[in-house]
């Protein structure tokens, strides 16, 4: 008796794990002459906000270049998981990527960690990877076949604290969000500071589900800093601009291209007034003058995003637009060799985007600079450049 | 007018009967399943098979503030009062059935009976009840019991662990209550006290009734001693 | 000093969330000895809800509260019978991987509702922060201990005034004996989930205004409100309300005096050490249960 | 008893272990079916505590961190060879499981879960704010693939044997110590602490020394976790993670081996058919776990088997 | 009725318990008892409910300490040992209740009673040594021993709840005696029996005292206490009423009164 209900229960096991390992087995597709180009983003989870976009933007960008022809006359296709942003699922993915489906080139995924966790995968299976996250170290050693569309912490930091040297501010509190993006902002901020002639007199971090920062605030005003600088993503740094105007500091609050969007504004409400950000140039496109060699790129962008989705564009789709189209580029008579690609990835200069003016080198996988970000001041609810 | 209590598997297809306005008491050593019946009749064990009648309806599947609302109440054994809560509150919840019978005026009525019989309740109306002494409590469990104006009463052990002299208060009472036309069981272990005000009387053995008869004459029985004490000793093996 | 006392008033308007979302879990476990790891999504419920009334529709507060209140706690009526009261086998780490599921799902449904985005709304009243010594104290926080205070005056009437809360409080003492009296104790347990999530939907609803509301909220703030009604002693009511109070104190504190980054551990640290010491927690008095 | 079986079920899960590291080709199924022996390693070490000895633990995956850190920061950082490392993580887990273990373990229910779950957030903390060590919310990057002597397990079939066959091993052991005096005694725990004790059982030492052990299997497959992804961040090693391994027990069913197998396979796939479902994922993933816990309380593999044997009964009369 | 208890003292005592008191929240559970259990005796210990019969059963067990006096196992004080460690010592214990590991087989279950008696720990069952093979086999005859002296060899591999009520208390009998225990305690063994099955357990009681094994019984059902026990002591309300032979406990007044309660009229 024991025996076989022991047996049973070993059967019924194995049975069923056999046959959930092969009924993926036979869903395998086999590939059609198309291109296909993986897609990995925090669809879902803590950095939706992110990936969201971004994935709706890949859509966007392949629908368009299929529209005009294609690469070399065939169309390119889309696979795109979701990683809701955790480094094992992410591996998996990217793993499902390569070996399922087969894909040409990988693009994403929308945050650091997950970046890193897919970085080794591609290395070893030489596949062109255009990253949509914002940390250093993705490109930082070089990695032959890793490249990353969005602004860098460095450019952005940089941005700030040239705004806050013109003011001729000398100490500075940040306040970051306890995760990756945010250590990474600090990394920068406390490692530029004497750069620009700046001291960091306090740092203090706060929990990205925190529903009140007023005690790291009032330990930053303690040190009476010319500046404040808040370093995060929403909806983290709206607490922060409703808790400084609460608490009546006056100190200017800068903060971090991490919440340049209109959700961001709305959020914060009247306490977003006067806020100072760098931000990729899509949050103020109309703004933008007609020379501007970006300025053709994002006013077709907004426009098809909005009409296609029917919502306001968010200022960070254009990371994953922005891979695409590089990407389309680099892969023309290629035939789809890697090798290719990725050698004409390097090789692209001045390809203007979402995020910048694209100058890919072998030393430089991010290829923007600093003018990639204009100061924004936010007035009466909008974005004003700060000149 | 009869109620019947029906065979029960538990205890062993024990069948019994307690006429209205009389005192019966069930007698018998620990583990005898004095309690286990009791228990059946209140539905807190629902496995039971049989037949149990109350006033010709039947106690089958009911849960027990079906039982309580019909009118039969239990004094648990170990009383099982809630001692966080006031004396007046534990009194007050007794009354619950009442009060969902929109009978809130009989409440306080009810609430001046029973503190009549206990006198010392009244004094500690508004001390929480896990405070009393033994003897206080059981009768608080008692009164609470009443409260829900119960036309047959179970009492489970009520004289365990208090002195003498409160176990003769608490007969005392019984005697009072029957008089008002509450039919009562007891459950004893302390055969002696319960036989006194008892009409009638069960002996349980080892889930079963092994004697039956009026007080008197099980007070006179020596075999009452017997499911007490035992056989003589060594008479034991001789049966086998 | 004045930063001392700004700490407090950021410890005591959390403080007083983590108490209402303790108050949830105690009055929950109480009545039916079980930790509902779903309570915290109920909190969301209430604040999205709240969000969506106010800000979306525009309607003014109090029916606003009022709906979200009963809309939520109504949801935890519908949990306990269409979740709870049919498991077979009601062991405890079964109901506890069932609250879980729960949990999944409702943020799964927050998600499908108001997708992925934060909302906020305005404060109750739009009155300037007022200042105390230099510290400040916002009106929203004045807000939330208003009605924090009287959401706990009224439960303390509610379980020493009224006969079905007697029950209910008879019921935590011994579901025996409250059946034996003809309390029917499975309605009680139904009436403790509608009144837990209901509290839960409180907390949601009077945090909408100072924090950003989100599907995933949640989690966070259910694990601070467990951990509260653990310090104070799960079970007891004002144990619940001491301590929210004191984790949202000694988290501030710990924030001011220690370091942001270790805020959280700070509460953890707490809690364990009162659990090892007194770990019926502060004001508990309840024999530890086992499973 | 039924040591003759026992082999055959072995023999026969080695064959289905070889014959899958071989005939499948797509790396991609390799590298599920590496996390499938990943998570059934920690399901088999929850499950020792939690099902047998019927500890439960909600900040199981702490121990799970401190394996997978513990190998990152050594072999990356210092330069050890992961042969060294293993010991080294392993130990370390359950050294710290034993200092909590003293305090921890005297609590019970809730107070227990609670106890353990705090002591997991304390960890998850420690991993992202010591960043001069543990490289801090960002992440470990660069840990190196494993190598043994000649041998390096940096494709993924080579990964996907290494992990089988430490999962042979870990049920082989397991199950040889639920056979033992030990493994009695702890199931003897599990269904009386009292009844236990009076038969002469030291509780406190034996469950002391099942989390001890836990915590090693547990680390063990965080060292495994940690070479397969050469990156680590804290993350992985939340609160959630805890609850999806106790899932996992419980879903498997608790105090079953095969079900630890069970359970980890079911909860490693079950998102990866749910993406169909895409917006509704969350929404059906907690509908199936409050589903199967209400209708099968017993985990899938015994309530799959009950209702088999109902089945038969039925048809039999 | 004291001054006979010292009379009979003619073996070396097992267990010697002076001026024990226990208290719980107030309430005297236990008020200076004193009394010995001789090598290879049966003692009964009666009294009414709540007269603290189980408590002291407690605090021999070592489940809680006294509050005061002294209680010693072979002339060694074991006031303060844990549970485990006495039944290492040799007291050994069945349930009320009957405490079976449900979940596990009948064999387990005597397994599990042998622990003390064995010694291999995780390590050595994880690696199976050649010694862990042989102690292993040793267990195995000893359980198989102990299941043919109660009579349930049959039934080695069933589920222990699967049993009859009856066997289980039998099986939960051989559990203990699987300890090798100096002195047995059975906290009311005869419950839940019926006639001709208490019988057979009071043969088996003798038999195992005929073993050498002291067995102190607290039981209800009199017939079988009476006519087993040496010795029988009587407690009521936390107090040692009476201590001596059947015979003179059974016609003793204080013994009368504490069970019938007293006559009023």
Known sequence: MILSAKWRTVLTAAAVAVFMVFSQVCLAEASGDNYKIGGIFSVTGPASFLGDPEKKSMNLAIEEINEAGGVDGRKLEAVIYDTEGDPSKTVTSVGKLINKDRVTAIIGPSRTPTTLAAIPRVQRAELPFISCAAGNKIVEPIKPWVFKTAQSDIQAVASIYKHIKQKGIKKVGIITVANAFGESGKEQLQEQASDFGIAVVRSESFGADDTDMTAQLTKIRQEDPGAIICWGTNPGPAVVAKNIKQLDIKTPLYMSHGVASPKFIELAGKAAEDILLPTGKILVADLLGEDDPQKQVLSNYIEAYESRYNETVSGFGGYAYDAVYLLASAMKGTGGDKEKIRENLENISNHPGISGVFNFSKTDHNGLDPSAFVMVRIKNGDWKLVE | MKCYYGRIMAVKGVSLSVNPEEIVCLIGANGSGKTTLLSAVCGLLPDWTGEMEFFEQSLKGMEPPAVVRSGISLVPEGRLIFPPLSVLDNLKLGAYTMYKKKAADTVKKDLEYVTGLFPVLKERFDQPAGTLSGGEQQMLAIARALMARPKLLLLDEPSMGLAPMIVERIMEVLEVLRKRGITIVLVEQNALAALEVADRGYVFETGSVVLQGSADELLADKDVKRAYLGKDYGDFYDAV | MQEILQYLFSGITNGAIYAVIAVGFSMLYSSTELINFAHGEFVMLGALSMVTLAAGFGWPLVPAFVLTVAAVGMAGLLFERLAIRPVRQPDHIVLIIITVGASIFLRGLGMLIWGKDAYSMQPFSDHPPIDVAGAKLLAQSIWILVIVMALTAGLHLFYRRTLTGKAMSACAVSKKAAWIVGIPTKWMVLLAFALATAMGAVAGAIIAPVTMSSYDMGTVLGLKGFCAAMLGGLGSLWGAILGGFLLGILEALGVGFVSSGLKDATAFVLLLLVLYVRPQGIIGSAEVKRF | ?317 | ?265
């Open chain 5, 1 to 265: 009725m004291n001054a006979t208890a010292k009379t009979m003292t003619d073996n070396a005592a097992l267990l010697e318990i002076k001026g024990v008191d226990k208290k719980f929240g107030g309430v005297n559970a236990l008020r200076d008892i004193g009394f010995c259990l001789n090598q290879g005796s049966i003692t009964g210990l009666i009294g009414p409910n709540g007269a603290g019969k189980t408590t002291l059963f407690n605090l021999i067990t070592g489940v809680f300490p006294a509050d005061r006096g002294e209680i010693r196992f072979k002339g060694r004080p074991v006031n303060r040992c844990r549970v485990h460690e006495l039944v290492r010592l040799g007291i050994a214990r069945t349930f009320q209740n009957v405490e079976l590991f449900e979940n596990m087989t009948v064999l387990e279950n005597i397994l599990v009673g042998l622990h003390t008696r064995t010694k291999c720990g995780m390590l050595e069952s994880m690696l199976r040594f050649p010694r862990t093979i042989r102690e292993e086999k040793k267990a195995m005859t000893r359980a198989t021993e102990l299941l043919e002296f109660v009579g349930l060899q049959k039934y080695m591999h069933q589920r222990s709840s699967d049993l009859p009520f009856g066997w289980q208390r039998l099986l939960e009998l051989a559990r203990a005696l699987a300890a090798e225990p100096g002195l047995l305690l059975l906290d009311e063994p005869a419950a839940g029996l019926n006639m001709s099955e208490t019988r057979e357990l009071g043969e088996l009681i003798k038999q195992i005292k005929d073993q050498g094994i002291t067995i102190l019984l607290v039981e209800h059902d009199m017939s079988l206490t009476m006519s087993i026990s040496e010795k029988i002591v009587v407690l009521d309300q936390g107090k040692k009423i009476a201590e001596g032979p059947p015979r003179t406990v059974q016609s003793d007044e204080t013994v009368m009164a504490a069970y019938l309660g007293k006559a009023k009229k």
């Open chain 4, 1 to 317: 008893m039924g040591d003759r079986s026992q082999k055959i079920i072995y023999a026969v899960f080695v064959l289905a272990v070889i014959l899958l590291g071989w005939g499948i080709d797509n790396a991609y199924y390799l590298q599920m079916l590496i996390f499938i022996g990943i998570n059934t390693l920690l399901a088999l070490s929850l499950n020792m505590l939690m099902g047998y000895a019927g500890q439960i633990s909600l900040g199981h995956a702490a121990f799970y961190g401190i394996g997978a850190y513990v190998t990152a920061i050594l072999t990356a950082t210092y330069q050890v060879p992961p042969l060294l490392s293993l010991p080294a993580a392993v130990c370390m887990a359950m050294f710290v499981a034993w200092i909590v273990g003293i305090p921890t373990l005297r609590l019970s229910g809730y107070y227990l879960g609670m106890g353990t779950l705090g002591f997991g957030m304390i960890v998850h903390i420690v991993f992202r704010e010591w960043s001069s060590v543990t490289g801090g919310a960002s992440g470990f990057v660069g840990i190196p693939p494993l190598t043994a002597g000649p041998l390096t397990f940096d494709s993924e079939r080579h990964y996907f044997f290494l992990v089988w066959t430490v999962v042979l091993l870990a049920i082989i052991m397991c199950r040889r110590i639920i056979d033992s005096r030990v493994g009695r005694a702890l199931r003897a725990i599990h269904d009386g602490e009292k009844a236990a004790a009076a038969v002469g059982v030291d509780t406190k030492k034996l469950k002391l020394q099942v989390f001890v052990l836990s915590a090693g299997m547990a680390a063990l497959a965080g060292f495994l976790y940690a070479h397969l992804i050469y990156f680590i961040s804290p993350g992985t090693f939340g609160f959630v993670t805890s609850i999806r391994i106790v899932t996992m027990v419980v879903i498997g069913g608790m105090a079953s081996i095969w079900g630890s197998l069970f359970g980890a396979s079911l909860l490693t796939l079950l998102p990866e058919w749910l993406h169909a479902f895409s917006e509704f994922e969350m929404v059906v993933y907690g509908l199936i776990l409050m589903t199967v816990m209400i209708f099968l309380p017993r985990g899938l593999t015994r309530g799959l088997l009950d209702i088999y044997e109902r089945y038969r009964k039925n048809n039999d009369r």
